[in-house]
């Protein structure tokens, strides 16, 4: 056991619309990897939230004729209804639009990032759009024109905060080379490596408050600008655990272990982030996760094709055992997935119902059928538990080969029924056998409860066993535990 902290962070994301499937794989993912840890003995703890201060949330509110406050609350409420209902072990949810909590933090690094010289004012040169009030970067052009108007931007100058990043590059370097900051995958680190030797370039750190149109944490100093994304939004990730209102807090949980984050945003993450932290002379993270993408039935998601799945709307039909299980089964931690409902519901009857519903179901019965009150024996099946596997990949994120492995071990216990025939058994023989799978689910019940916790849950209780922690998935020469069948773990789905 050990009695270190372990924090752990999804990203934030904007609130201008609601979550779609993408965020429940995210959610997934930091669930998964927050619960092993507790499992492992670490104390652990989880911000999740919401990014309300940017111009997006203000553009999609102004559409829909409600103020930006109104829009915050309202998508942000649906993000933590997924949070619920997928079953995210979240210790906080935190919320940028949260004056008290969000802006002393916000404005203290662009203060200590102001005192390392790091913060400086420089005419900036953007394409503007007149129809969204906003800017856009070449490549969010189509064809050079805006996505949303089908117009040509305009270029233009004013005025702002930019941040020194230039200076920050060997830094850097060094930083993520050296594994100071680790990266997953490794492929993501390569990429990240190969952008920052390319040359840094600061970045626009403000934007005149008539632009933001006066939503967003105001500049220290100077009202006239309002903090633009990077400071922002990253602070939350200190700000959630009390940076700024609650240093005490805050000391205990900093520095985050992991950052989860899509593939798209690795690089403000890998680069900008661990720079704004460096220049305010704060602790940096420890490590970087960065997923792939969904993909639903093969196309890419989007609201003109109307292909946008709502994880709210799949957890009305399937549990959040089933989604959960699906997500992390076949979708590759770091590459793109694609998502169909078929895929799910065969994944749950194949594997959730045939494998796992099926073993405890087989057993339970021979357990009850056996009238036996104690059950010992050999350890023949421990065996074929491939521990080591399980935290190796645990440790390198390959979260789809930790619950294969987990699986691996379900079907060892299937193939051992179907070898023993413990119903062709008596005596000390049957209690043997008995003994193993008991003893078998009992440890499964540990091992899942990462991926699957609800059913977890049930498999303890079938046991009469409290959930356990890693230390006690060996086998103990001896099951301890009061066995009652109840109902089937899963129904078929059709
Ligand atoms: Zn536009």
């Known amino acids: 056991m050990t009695n270190e902290n372990f924090y752990i962070t999804t990203a934030i994301p904007y609130v201008n619309a609601a979550p779609h499937i993408g965020h429940a794989l995210e959610f997934v993912q930091t669930d998964v990897i927050r619960r092993f840890y507790d499992i492992l003995g670490y104390k652990t703890f989880l911000l999740t939230g919401a990014d309300e201060n940017s111009l997006k949330n203000v553009r999609a509110a102004e559409a829909l004729k409600i103020g930006t406050q109104e829009l915050c609350d309202r998508n942000s409420l649906l ?5 619920e209902k997928i079953n995210l072990k979240y210790d906080i949810f935190f919320r940028s639009s949260n004056k008290d909590k969000h802006w002393p933090g916000a404005q203290e690094i662009w203060k200590r990032c102001v005192d ?11 394409l503007y759009c007149v129809g969204c009030e906003g800017f856009y970067t070449k490549d969010e052009l189509v064809d050079g024109l805006c996505p949303e108007h ?28 050296s594994g100071k900051l680790a990266i997953f995958p490794e ?26 149109h006066g939503w967003g944490v105001p500049v220290p100093g100077d009202p006239s600008q309002i903090q633009y994304v990077w400071i922002d939004a990253l602070t939350t990730y200190i700000n959630g655990i009390g940076f700024g209102t609650d240093m005490e807090q805050f000391k205990k949980w900093w520095p985050a272990q992991l950052h989860v984050i899509g593939k798209g945003i690795t690089r403000f993450h890998a680069i900008y982030w661990p720079a704004i932290l460096m220049s305010a002379k704060v602790e940096l993270p420890k490590a970087i996760f960065a997923h792939g993408y969904l993909t639903v039935n093969g196309e890419k998601m989007s609201k003109t094709i109307g292909n946008v799945i709502n994880p709210l709307d799949v957890l009305e039909k399937y549990s959040a055992d089933e989604l959960r299980y699906y997500l992390i089964r076949d979708m590759p931690s770091f590459e793109d997935g694609d998502f169909s409902i078929q895929a799910l519901k065969d994944r749950a009857n194949k594997e959730l119902l045939g494998e796992i519903g099926n073993l405890v179901s087989r057993v339970l019965t021979m357990a009850e059928r056996s009238g036996l009150q104690k059950y010992e024996g050999d350890n023949v099946l421990e065996k074929k538990l491939e521990l080591e596997k399980i935290k190796t990949t645990l440790s390198k994120m390959e979260l789809h080969e930790t619950l294969e492995a987990v699986l691996s071990f379900v079907k060892e216990c299937n193939r051992y029924i179907n070898e023993e025939a413990p119903w ?9 056998a008995l003994y193993n799978l008991l003893e078998g689910i ?3 019940s540990i091992l899942l409860y990462p991926f699957i916790p609800d059913t977890a ?9 409290k959930m356990g922690c890693i230390e006690d998935c060996t086998f103990r020469g001896k099951f301890e535990g009061k066995v009652v069948k109840g109902a089937h773990l899963f129904e078929k789905l059709e």
Do not use: H
């Open 424 to 432: 062709k058994l008596s005596g000390k023989p049957l209690e043997t």
């Open 442 to 444: 009992r440890v499964l």
């Open 187 to 212: 492929s993501r680190k390569n990429e990240v490596l190969s952008f920052i030797k390319g040359g840094l370039e600061d970045f626009s750190a403000s934007r005149s408050a008539e632009r933001a």
């Open 79 to 83: 993000f933590r209804q997924l949070a």
């Open 116 to 126: 390392s010289g790091d913060i400086y004012k420089k005419e900036y040169e953007g």
């Open 457 to 465: 849950g049930k498999m303890a209780d079938k046991l009469g066993t």
């Open 150 to 177: 089908k117009t040509k931007p305009e270029e233009v100058k004013e005025v702002n905060y930019f941040f020194r990043l230039s200076k920050y590059q060997d830094a850097l370097l060094q930083l993520i080379e």
